[in-house]
């Protein structure tokens, strides 16, 4: 089992950065890799970006340029750059294990607004 406690999310005005954390416990030593997801209301929840524990990255098009993934150790980090009214969403760490298992965080509402 891994648990997933995520941090960072708040009300940020457009053009502004904000960086998410999410930190890892239980059994970490079966994580291959670290993840963001997004879900807007009304909308499916997305893709944002993957880190694994060699540091390869994956990022979903909309966000290439203005987000960056980083890890270190068992914390995911998310670098939120030039946020959009359209960034508005809860946030979502997800972890993959050697095992194919999946562990998703509780979310942390990002609200971009002026």
């Known amino acids: 089992q891994v648990q997933l406690v995520e941090s960072g999310g708040g009300l940020v005005q457009p053009g502004g950065s904000l960086r998410l954390s999410c930190a890892a416990s239980?059994?970490?030593?079966?994580?291959?890799?670290m993840g963001w997801y997004r879900q807007a209301p009304g909308k499916q929840r997305e893709f944002i970006a993957t880190?694994?524990?060699?540091?390869t990255t994956n990022y979903a098009d909309f966000v290439k340029g203005r987000f960056t993934i980083s890890r270190d150790k068992q914390t995911v980090y998310l670098q939120m750059n030039g946020l959009k009214p359209e960034d508005t969403a809860v946030y979502y760490c997800?972890?993959?294990?050697?095992?194919?298992?999946?562990?998703w965080g509780q979310g942390t509402q990002v609200t971009v607004s002026s």
């Open positions: 239980g059994s970490i030593g079966s994580i291959y890799s």
């Open positions: 880190v694994t524990g060699s540091a």
């Open positions: 997800k972890v993959n294990t050697y095992f194919a298992q999946n562990y």
